[in-house]
C-alpha cells in the first residue's frame, strides 16, 4: 500500500510543478500614447502566425479563445470592435518550443542543490496597429507552460484568458468600473 501512494503522488509530482509555472508578461507601447476609448478595432488575421506546433496551425477554436479574449479585455476598456473602418488593427503571433525552469532547493543544514524541470513554453505575442499609419502602437507578449492548454477545450479557454489577461496589465489605461 505504501508504494501505491508513492507512486501516485510521484505521478502528481508533473501536474503540481507544471501549475507552479509563472506567467511572464509584458508591454511596449509609446510613453505619450494613450488609447482613445471610443476606438474601434478589428483583426488583421493574415499577419497571424503560430510557429512550432500542429496542433495549433489552422486550429479554430485557439484563434476563436484568442479574438475573444482580446476583445473583452479591450471592451473592458471601452473600445468595441468594428470591420468598418477600425482606428485599430490586431494580429497575433504564438511559437512553442521546450523550455527549462530551474530552482535551488536549500535544506535544513543549508545544504542546496538545483532542480530542472523541463517544460513546454508558449510565447503569445499580440500586435495592436494604428490602422492610419500601419505602426504598431501596443506589442504585448505573454510566456507560460502551454501543456495544461491541451488537456480539454475549457483548459484552452482558460490558458489562453489568463494569458491575455496578465498582457493587459500593462495597458496604458484601466479597464472602466
Not at 510543478?17 to 507601447?29: H, M, V
Not at 476609448?37 to 488575421?45: G, I, K, L, S
Not at 500601419?134 to 504585448?140: G, L, P, Y
Amino acid at each position: 500500500m505504501r508504494a501505491h501512494l508513492r507512486f501516485r503522488f510521484l505521478a502528481a509530482l508533473p501536474l503540481l510543478t507544471a501549475c507552479a509555472i509563472p506567467i511572464e508578461s509584458g508591454a511596449n507601447f509609446s510613453a505619450n500614447w494613450e488609447p482613445d476609448r471610443t476606438a474601434t478595432f478589428a483583426w488583421r488575421d493574415t499577419q497571424d502566425r503560430i510557429v512550432g506546433d500542429s496542433r495549433l496551425e489552422g486550429n479554430e477554436f485557439f484563434h476563436q479563445r484568442l479574438h475573444e479574449a482580446v476583445g473583452w479585455e479591450l471592451s473592458l476598456r471601452g473600445l468595441r470592435y468594428s470591420e468598418t473602418n477600425p482606428d485599430l488593427l490586431i494580429h497575433h503571433h504564438l511559437s512553442l518550443s521546450d523550455h527549462v525552469m530551474e530552482s535551488e532547493m536549500t535544506d535544513e543544514v543549508g545544504n542546496s542543490r538545483t532542480e530542472s524541470y523541463v517544460y513546454e513554453g508558449g510565447w503569445l505575442v499580440v500586435h495592436i496597429v494604428d490602422a492610419r499609419t500601419d505602426e504598431d502602437v501596443w506589442v504585448a507578449w505573454a510566456q507560460g507552460n502551454v501543456e495544461p492548454a491541451f488537456r480539454s477545450p475549457d483548459a484552452m479557454r482558460s490558458w489562453v484568458y489568463d494569458m491575455v489577461g496578465h498582457m493587459f496589465d500593462d495597458w496604458p489605461v484601466p479597464p472602466r468600473n
